[in-house]
């Protein structure tokens, strides 16, 4: 076998998911630690970590951007991307799943699966990466290996196949026992490395019953475990360790594990797991994009033509990195690439191996690289570079859709230019950030995933030595919808000027998509029989359809949650043509629009609020004064634990509100959760 191929099936690339303030960043900077990248430990409270190395990132103690790094284990290089746990910064996750091949999943011991714990996960389901799970911070007061495990089970859907014991609980954690090899684990104060030795006699029953349900969830799961585990009523380490692998990359269990990054517990064996369950780029589906209309694959092979993708830009002051994940072939310092979705070549200046915010120069990278290229001038987060003489077209991540807006603009005048060229940067890094120029205000409009994503991204302008800006409150995007439809509705669209005329006569019906209000999305269909409108002039109303739905008539916000029926038309013969039937459709289903029943939609979110018990009436009213809808409650470790579903433009402000009616022991998270009829009238813009 070449060496480079050998060299590819010891690289792992991944990530690490969880909730906000569930460890991630402490993981990995005990990985970093752990496998000699680093000779300190960096620690968020004190803002000495290497992945959290923005200035905001330090002064808020969360991960906002995803940082990439590298490092070596047991002979095995590890590609590392720390994601946010914000719901705000999901679309950074999105972007980094796309190209990552495995992933570890941390989950606090205490609280177990929180909310952006879920949505990180079903963000992975979507990608398909196989995942492994990490329980931390078993030595706080209320950890529970296994109540964390149940609620990995119940809300998450996966077979989790926890393969270590906790030795001590927690102020008293000091190991685990690896149920795999039979071990015990045991991390003394002051060591660095754990000593490793027998199951201790007294955890000995407890750890053969729990390597007994080990051994039967495997065995259910994977054929070859079931035939020795049916002749021998046991597994063997080595079976034991190939299901788990097998059933790791297939996605059909979830490996757990657990520890204390905090307190450096864990981390080991945790790489291990990596290295032992998670793919390598051998081990994943070959890459598949279109030329030509023609879908191709790639396998991850450094001789094939090269195929990358950009999945993160930055375009800093000192020079503009363009970070990618190469999927096949081999990419030379100097070398030109295509960019098929802008037609462009570009030429890498530069390869760099990224560590945070520190880079190491490279020759070159090949298959399964994770690296940053300087020098590239137009190439976007979702961009594909390719080999000129062998182009290929990769599916781009899918970028969210802003639901918060706010104006912003230059303190001075004389400013206006470089707030517009900070912006563009800003645009440029992070394609869930848009900017616009509203027509009817001239504002120029900042919109984003919410408050705090804004609030980032315009401090970032005034951190980076970007002109001093205003900011005006945020501004929700509003929706407008069908309540009741009509049917028959008549557009003729007739023009003569002195040439060719147009001609185009439509008949829509148009109707809510789904019984209930608030449900999204479009949907157009033809019905119209006998050729009284050619298939090529239904495509050319159904995109009129689609223009009319910019502006609805309550307000000018854009229509979602209809269905359109074309039933009926005529054409002439040689009036009608392409563009006078789109302008048909739009023209007709405005006209039909201002005819239906219309209802004002408003983005609400899924708050997860936890509060001390003594609170919880305060915050209850509160919520109701928002418009909030109580949907559950729970106690949970001393706290209680409410779920609601409130407006989104009710949030703005929540979190100083919160922290004032707790005493500052109050937290919440958010999350998306569609449109639903606005409970009051919204200013038409």
């Given at each position: 076998?070449?060496?480079?191929?050998?060299?590819?099936?010891?690289?792992?690339?991944?990530?690490?998911?969880?909730?906000?303030?569930?460890?991630?960043t402490?993981?990995?900077?005990?990985?970093?630690?752990a496998?000699?990248?680093?000779?300190?430990?960096?620690?968020?409270?004190?803002?000495?970590?290497?992945?959290?190395?923005?200035?905001?990132?330090?002064?808020?103690?969360?991960?906002?951007?995803?940082?990439?790094?590298?490092?070596?284990?047991?002979?095995?290089?590890?590609?590392?991307?720390?994601?946010?746990?914000?719901?705000?910064?999901?679309d950074?996750v999105?972007?980094?799943?796309?190209?990552?091949?495995?992933?570890?999943a941390?989950?606090?011991?205490?609280?177990?699966?929180?909310?952006?714990?879920?949505?990180?996960?079903r963000?992975?389901?979507?990608?398909?990466?196989?995942?492994?799970?990490?329980?931390?911070?078993?030595?706080?007061?209320?950890?529970?290996?296994?109540?964390?495990?149940?609620?990995?089970?119940?809300?998450?859907?996966p077979?989790?196949?926890?393969?270590?014991?906790?030795i001590?609980?927690?102020?008293?954690?000091t190991?685990?026992?690896?149920?795999?090899?039979?071990?015990?684990?045991?991390?003394?104060?002051g060591?660095e490395?754990?000593?490793?030795?027998?199951?201790?006699?007294?955890?000995?029953d407890?750890?053969l019953?729990?390597?007994?349900?080990?051994?039967?969830a495997?065995?259910?799961?994977?054929?070859?475990?079931l035939?020795e585990?049916?002749?021998?009523?046991?597994?063997s380490?080595a079976?034991?360790?190939?299901?788990?692998?097998?059933?790791?990359?297939?996605?059909?269990?979830?490996?757990?594990?657990?520890?204390?990054?905090y307190?450096?517990?864990?981390?080991?064996?945790?790489?291990?797991?990596?290295?032992?369950?998670?793919?390598?780029?051998?081990?994943?589906?070959?890459?598949?994009?279109?030329?030509?209309?023609?879908?191709?694959?790639?396998?991850?092979?450094?001789?094939?033509?090269?195929?990358?993708?950009?999945?993160?830009?930055?375009?800093?002051?000192?020079?503009?990195l363009?970070?990618?994940?190469v999927?096949?072939?081999?990419?030379?310092?100097?070398?030109?690439?295509?960019?098929?979705?802008?037609?462009?070549?570009?030429?890498?200046?530069?390869?760099?191996?990224?560590?945070?915010?520190?880079?190491?120069?490279?020759?070159?990278?090949?298959?399964g690289?994770?690296?940053?290229?300087?020098g590239?001038?137009?190439?976007?987060?979702?961009?594909?570079?390719?080999?000129?003489?062998?182009?290929?077209?990769?599916?781009?991540?899918?970028?969210?859709?802003?639901?918060?807006?706010?104006?912003?603009?230059?303190?001075?005048?004389?400013?206006?230019?470089?707030?517009?060229?900070?912006?563009?940067?800003?645009a440029?890094?992070?394609?869930?950030?848009?900017?616009?120029?509203?027509?009817?205000?001239?504002?120029?409009?900042?919109?984003?995933?919410?408050?705090?994503?804004?609030?980032?991204?315009?401090?970032?302008?005034?951190?980076?030595?970007?002109?001093?800006?205003?900011?005006?409150?945020?501004?929700?995007a509003?929706?407008?919808?069908?309540?009741?439809?009509?049917?028959?509705?008549?557009?003729?669209?007739?023009?003569?000027?002195g040439?060719?005329?147009?001609?185009?006569?439509?008949?829509?019906?148009?109707?809510p998509?789904?019984?209930?209000?608030g449900?999204?999305?479009?949907?157009?269909r033809?019905?119209?029989?006998?050729?009284?409108?050619?298939?090529?002039?239904?495509?050319?109303?159904?995109?009129?359809?689609?223009?009319?739905?910019?502006?609805?008539?309550?307000?000018?916000?854009?229509?979602?949650?209809?269905?359109?029926?074309l039933?009926?038309?005529?054409?002439?013969?040689k009036?009608?043509?392409?563009?006078?039937?789109?302008?048909?459709?739009?023209?007709?289903?405005?006209?039909?629009?201002?005819?239906?029943?219309?209802?004002?939609?408003?983005?609400?979110?899924?708050?997860?609020?936890?509060?001390?018990?003594?609170?919880?009436?305060?915050?209850?009213?509160?919520?109701?004064?928002?418009?909030?809808?109580?949907?559950?409650?729970?106690?949970?470790?001393?706290?209680?634990?409410?779920?609601?579903?409130?407006?989104?433009?009710e949030?703005?402000?929540?979190?100083?509100?919160?922290?004032?009616?707790?005493?500052?022991?109050?937290?919440?998270?958010?999350?998306?959760?569609?449109?639903?009829?606005?409970?009051?009238?919204?200013?038409?813009?």
């Open positions: 076998m070449r060496t480079d191929v050998n060299l590819l099936a010891a690289v792992r690339n991944l990530g690490i998911l969880a909730h906000v303030d569930a460890g991630k402490t993981v990995t900077e005990r990985i970093l630690y496998t000699g990248t680093t000779h300190r430990r960096g620690e968020v409270h004190d803002g000495t970590t290497v992945t959290d190395f923005d200035p905001q990132e330090r002064d808020r103690g969360i991960t906002i951007f995803a940082a990439a790094v590298s490092c070596a284990w047991d002979g095995h290089r590890v590609n590392l991307i720390d994601t946010p746990g914000h719901v705000d910064f999901a950074e999105e972007r980094s799943l796309r190209v990552l091949d495995g992933a570890v941390v989950f606090d011991a205490v609280a177990g699966v929180e909310p952006q714990s879920e949505s990180v996960w963000q992975a389901d979507r990608h398909g990466v196989p995942r492994i799970a990490f329980v931390n911070k078993l030595d706080r007061a209320g950890a529970d290996l296994d109540r964390a495990v149940a609620s990995i089970r119940e809300r998450l859907h077979a989790p196949l926890v393969v270590q014991m906790p001590g609980a927690e102020g008293g954690f190991g685990v026992v690896d149920l795999v090899r039979m071990r015990a684990l045991v991390w003394n104060d060591s490395e754990p000593a490793r030795g027998p199951v201790p006699d007294a955890l000995r407890e750890a019953r729990r390597r007994r349900l080990l051994e039967e495997v065995a259910e799961r994977h054929p070859a475990a035939e585990f049916c002749d021998r009523e046991t597994l380490e079976t034991l360790a190939a299901a788990l692998r097998d059933l790791t990359r297939t996605g059909d269990g979830v490996v757990v594990l657990c520890g204390s990054a307190r450096n517990r864990g981390i080991e064996p945790l790489l291990d797991a990596v290295v032992a369950y998670l793919p390598s780029p051998l081990d994943v589906p070959a890459v598949r994009g279109v030329h030509q209309g023609t879908e191709q694959g790639r396998a991850a092979d450094p001789e094939a033509p090269f195929a990358a993708l950009a999945f993160k830009v930055n375009a800093g002051s000192t020079g503009r363009t970070y990618v994940r999927y096949s072939g081999t990419i030379a310092k100097g070398d030109t690439v295509w960019d098929p979705g802008t037609g462009r070549t570009e030429r890498a200046a530069r390869i760099l191996r990224v560590m945070a915010d520190r880079h190491a120069q490279l020759d070159r990278a090949v298959a690289d994770i690296v940053a290229l300087a590239l001038k137009s190439a976007r987060a979702g961009s594909t570079l390719c080999d000129p003489g062998a182009p290929l077209l990769l599916e781009p991540p899918v970028v969210a859709e802003p639901v918060v807006s706010v104006a912003v603009e230059a303190r001075r005048s004389t400013d206006t230019g470089r707030l517009a060229t900070a912006l563009a940067r800003l440029e890094e992070d394609p869930s950030l848009v900017v616009r120029t509203d027509g009817e205000t001239g504002q120029t409009v900042l919109s984003g995933m919410g408050e705090l994503h804004l609030e980032v991204a315009v401090e970032k302008i005034r951190g980076d030595g970007g002109p001093e800006v205003t900011v005006g409150r945020p501004r929700v509003h929706r407008e919808t069908v309540v009741r439809g009509v049917s028959g509705r008549v557009h003729r669209h007739v023009k003569q000027d040439g060719a005329g147009q001609f185009a006569h439509v008949v829509l019906d148009v109707e998509l789904g019984a209930e209000v449900a999204t999305g479009f949907e157009f033809s019905v119209v029989v006998g050729g009284r409108v050619p298939q090529e002039y239904v495509r050319a109303v159904e995109a009129g359809c689609r223009d009319a739905l910019a502006e609805g008539p309550l307000g000018g916000h854009p229509v979602t949650g209809l269905r359109v029926t039933t009926d038309g005529s054409t002439h013969v009036d009608s043509s392409d563009t006078a039937f789109r302008t048909a459709g739009r023209l007709g289903l405005r006209e039909a629009l201002r005819a239906c029943a219309m209802a004002l939609l408003e983005p609400v979110a899924d708050v997860t609020v936890t509060v001390p018990e003594d609170t919880v009436g305060g915050v209850l009213g509160d919520l109701a004064a928002r418009r909030g809808r109580v949907t559950g409650s729970e106690s949970r470790g001393g706290a209680a634990v409410l779920t609601a579903t409130v407006p989104l433009a949030l703005f402000g929540y979190a100083t509100r919160l922290r004032s009616r707790t005493q500052g022991r109050g937290t919440f998270t958010t999350r998306p959760a569609g449109y639903a009829p606005a409970a009051r009238a919204v200013p038409v813009r």
